[in-house]
């Protein structure tokens, strides 16, 4: 980390990134959030930031707009259940 004003900065003084998730729509608020949590706990851990350093943002997709092997996600679940 380059000097600030003459000194390093303290690892808790370190701005954290955002960290953009994307994903498939479909999963519960609950479940978006006790994620969203646990990486911020994983960059707390590993990383020595502060929690309200640690910005996160999911990003998500219809099923219709995102393509696996040359097949929407709704291909391809309607081909899984035939």
Do not use: W, Y
């Not at 608020?29 to 999911?58: P, W």
Request: proline letters at 6%; one cysteine or more.
């Amino acid at each position: 980390m380059a000097p600030v004003n003459g000194r390093c900065p303290a690892p808790r003084e370190r701005k954290m990134p955002e960290i953009t998730v994307s994903m498939a729509e479909g999963r519960t608020d609950e479940q978006k959030a006790g994620m969203m949590r646990d990486i911020t706990q994983a960059l707390v851990k590993n990383l020595g930031v502060d929690a309200d350093a640690v910005v996160i943002q999911i990003n998500e997709a219809p099923l219709r707009h995102k393509m696996k092997g040359g097949k929407t996600f709704v291909e391809r679940a309607a081909a899984a259940k035939k």
